[in-house]
């Protein structure tokens, strides 16, 4: 018997929008065996709260303000929060990162505005000469999306500040991407074109040295990751 190890473990659940009035209450306290991860305690939730279980497919979980998959280990103390589809998922996302098409339109409703003249956007499309094959195929794409959403948003947030006025939307693709498939998408929005060129230049040198997003050119004769120097 390990004796540091808890009999049981506390977990601090908060509920935002639908999620509170369904639950009646802001946040609960919910009592797991050691070793839960959060699909134990989201499987809780449903049981003590049988009306969130029609809509749990569609709501993300958060471990101490960082995006966690059910498979993470819970500790005493930790707070759990339970996150709805932001405004029902209706509006243009700044920050997008799946397996879908990319729609170039929607990086630029995102940040369209009345006072925003000048709109720049970047596109990067698969290409057939890649950086270490000749004959690319397709790209595979890999990210750790919770922290890359968290980064290309903190991406986007300092280059708003160091540009004031400008907005920045950034949406990546993950996944397999044939040749002439968009990767990645980035609208920059400002009031005159100099500083939108400048803010979309920087989010792309930005993301390219910091998002944890990794791709691998498959060849009709091989396939290579990038950035092994090989």
Same mark, same amino acid.
């Given at each position: 018997?390990?004796?540091?190890?808890?009999?049981?473990?506390?977990?601090?659940?908060?509920?935002?929008?639908?999620?509170?009035?369904?639950?009646?209450?802001?946040?609960?306290?919910?009592?797991?065996?050691?070793?839960?991860?959060?699909?134990?305690?989201?499987?809780?939730?449903?049981?003590?709260?049988?009306?969130?279980?029609?809509?749990?497919?569609?709501?993300?979980?958060?471990?101490?303000?960082?995006?966690?998959?059910?498979?993470?280990?819970?500790?005493?103390?930790?707070?759990?929060?339970?996150?709805?589809?932001?405004?029902?998922?209706?509006?243009?996302?700044?920050? *997008?990162?799946?397996?879908?098409? +990319?729609?170039?339109?929607?990086?630029?409703? !995102? #940040? /369209?505005? =009345?006072? &925003?003249? $000048?709109?720049?956007?970047?596109?990067?499309?698969?290409?057939?000469?890649?950086?270490?094959?000749?004959?690319?195929?397709?790209?595979?794409?890999?990210?750790?999306?919770?922290?890359?959403?968290?980064?290309? *948003?903190?991406?986007?947030?300092? +280059?708003?500040?160091?540009?004031?006025?400008? !907005? #920045? /939307?950034? =949406?990546? &693709?993950? $996944?397999?991407?044939?040749?002439?498939?968009?990767?990645?998408?980035?609208?920059?929005?400002?009031?005159?074109?100099?500083?939108?060129?400048?803010?979309?230049?920087?989010?792309?040198?930005?993301?390219?040295?910091?998002?944890?997003?990794?791709?691998?050119?498959?060849?009709?004769?091989?396939? !290579?990751?990038?950035?092994?120097?090989?």
């Amino acid at each position: 018997m390990d004796i540091n190890r808890p009999e049981r473990v506390y977990v601090d659940v908060l509920y935002f929008a639908f999620l509170r009035e369904r639950a009646g209450r802001e946040s609960e306290r919910f009592e797991l065996a050691p070793g839960a991860n959060v699909g134990a305690a989201r499987a809780a939730v449903v049981a003590a709260h049988p009306d969130i279980a029609p809509v749990m497919s569609r709501v993300r979980s958060a471990v101490n303000q960082t995006y966690a998959g059910d498979e993470v280990i819970l500790h005493d103390g930790d707070e759990l929060a339970l996150l709805p589809p932001v405004a029902g998922g209706s509006g243009p996302r700044k920050i *997008a990162i799946d397996d879908k098409p +990319i729609v170039v339109d929607e990086t630029v409703e !995102a #940040v /369209s505005g =009345h006072d &925003r003249g $000048g709109v720049v956007t970047f596109t990067g499309v698969v290409r057939r000469r890649g950086h270490q094959l000749s004959d690319v195929v397709r790209l595979e794409y890999e990210a750790y999306i919770e922290m890359a959403e968290k980064v290309l *948003a903190e991406i986007a947030e300092e +280059i708003e500040r160091e540009w004031p006025g400008t !907005a #920045v /939307s950034i =949406h990546h &693709r993950v $996944g397999s991407l044939a040749v002439g498939e968009v990767a990645v998408a980035i609208t920059a929005a400002a009031a005159h074109r100099a500083p939108a060129f400048d803010a979309c230049r920087a989010a792309i040198d930005r993301l390219k040295h910091r998002a944890p997003i990794w791709k691998k050119e498959i060849g009709e004769n091989g396939e !290579a990751w990038l950035g092994l120097g090989a």
